[in-house]
């Protein structure tokens, strides 16, 4: 297909500009292909086609919008591998993480969303106030580099089950999953307008979206940093903002619990997508009694790890997704050398084309330093010792951040207890995990609002009171 096109109003267009950018393969930074950077033209086009668009979608049953739902979940399954192989081309994500994960997360997650949408209550009474559930119009849904399909997903599917209609800016350094996404909306077949994809870079297309005084909603994934300008950009118009942003998280060992599982469910983070994921639990907080056994099953457990060319099926570790991401982890890595931890294993870019970085243990980490409080968004992990539980649990909260985090101890009614404690909007107990319609959202400066399931699908909906 052509990359260098823009999806709006049903129809694949060019840019009214010339500008394109590269995409880079960052396992041999070699360009793969370009996208078109979209003028300030090409914005308002998008967002008044999807502005036309609302009345006749929104006006839809919930079954007649979730009937191309449906159909898209197929073909996102009849793709699979094609999304699978463009994801590990320009991302760095291995195959298996890719196929397995990547993917199909979004299948699933999608399928959770069409159900919550299919079963929610739209209309209730409250005495005699018929209070009621609307959409509330364009959405513009701006998404990061690290899951370039789910991502979209988790804003597209809620908020058009819902009524709205959208327009996308997907990720400089991940657009052609995007593009490729918005060829499978075209071939189901949607409504002209419903769904429009522009390419370009954030500072300038991304917030020329989002300060569009056609746009109602704003849904962006990324930085805390780049989501306070967007906060600020929305509150011209007031516009409704949903933010899913970075995460410091803890996974707090009790005394007792199992190290290995603790190490696993840890380094599963730090592994996969080269701990590219806003979630990474990339503070491991144990007992000082502990430390040792901890530090030595880490080392056991990281001695098999592959690094290496991403489509291979036996790689575990692929590239970070570009040189600045690499220069950036690098430094944190440097960095963390510098305010006195120490690396148990690691901390080296690898002797190879492409941007390889070794998983990296850092020991003897206080709290207060830069590696432990700040979002390094790479195969990094700092292990931080406590004297109490009460002890770790202060240090578990003692982040600006709040995404999610795990607790592992030895009897789980305790440790659901401690989970209680943890200022976080998710936290995994010992062996449980995610699930494709719980809730995920931020407390503190890790966002606003929830994505999947019923919690996603609320956020798109006004709520109107009718006083009969």
């Known amino acids: 297909m052509n990359y260098q096109q823009f999806y709006i109003d049903g129809e694949w267009v060019s840019s009214s500009g010339t500008e394109t950018i590269d995409v880079l393969n960052p396992a041999t930074d070699e360009v793969i292909d370009k996208v078109s950077a979209a003028t300030t033209e090409d914005v308002d086009r998008a967002v008044k086609a999807a502005k036309k668009a609302f009345p006749s979608w929104s006006a839809l049953t919930v079954a007649e919008r979730a009937s191309y739902f449906k159909k898209l979940k197929q073909a996102l399954k009849d793709n699979l591998g094609t999304l699978a192989d463009l994801m590990t081309a320009e991302l760095g994500a291995t195959t298996r993480f890719s196929h397995d994960v990547q993917v199909t997360m979004s299948i699933n997650e999608m399928e959770a969303t069409i159900r919550a949408a299919e ?11 018929l209070v009621t559930a609307e959409p509330i ?30 327009v996308v800016k997907p990720a400089t350094e991940t657009p052609l999953t995007a593009l490729y996404f918005a060829k499978l909306i ?5 409504p002209a307008g419903v769904f429009n994809i522009l390419t370009g870079s954030g500072s300038k297309v991304g917030t020329g979206i989002a300060s569009h005084p056609d746009v109602d909603v ?17 509150s011209k118009g007031i516009k409704k903002i949903i933010l899913e942003l970075g995460g410091k998280s803890p996974m707090l060992l009790l005394p007792g619990g199992s190290i290995k599982t603790a190490v696993k469910k840890t380094l599963g983070t730090i ?15 144990v007992p000082k009694d502990d430390l040792k056994a901890v530090q030595e099953e880490l080392l056991a457990q990281l001695k098999d790890v592959k690094i290496g060319d991403p489509t291979l099926e036996d790689t575990d570790l692929g590239p970070v997704v570009s040189a600045k991401q690499e220069e950036t982890v690098l430094g944190y890595i440097a960095k963390g050398k510098e305010e006195g931890a120490t690396i148990l294993t690691g901390g080296n870019k690898v002797d190879c084309p492409g941007h390889y970085i070794e998983p990296t243990v850092f020991v003897d980490v206080k709290n207060d330093m830069t590696i432990a409080q700040e979002e390094i968004f790479g195969p990094v992990l700092t292990v931080i010792p406590y004297e109490s539980v009460e002890e770790g ?3 578990s909260n003692d982040t600006t951040y709040g995404l999610s985090g795990a607790v592992v101890g030895p009897d789980e009614d305790e440790a659901v207890a401690i989970a209680r404690k943890i200022r976080t909007g998710n936290v995994m107990v010992n062996e449980g995990a995610v699930t494709a319609d719980s809730p995920f959202g931020g407390y503190k400066e890790s966002g606003i609002g929830h994505e999947k399931g019923v919690y996603g699908f609320e956020d798109y909906l006004n709520i109107k009171a009718i006083l009969r």
């Open 271 to 285: 592994i996969n997508n080269q701990g590219q994921s806003c979630s990474a639990l990339t503070r491991l907080i």
């Open 393 to 395: 649990i202060t240090i």
């Open 186 to 190: 075209d071939e189901v077949g949607f």
């Open 137 to 166: 119009g364009v959405v513009a849904c701006i998404s990061p580099w690290n899951y370039p399909l789910n991502q979209i997903q988790r804003k597209i599917s809620p908020a058009l089950l819902a009524g709205n209609t959208v």
């Open 218 to 234: 704003i849904s962006f994934t990324g930085s805390t940093e780049v989501g306070e300008k967007l906060y600020a950009a929305g």
């Open 119 to 129: 079963t929610y209550q739209f209309d209730h009474y409250i005495r005699d106030a």
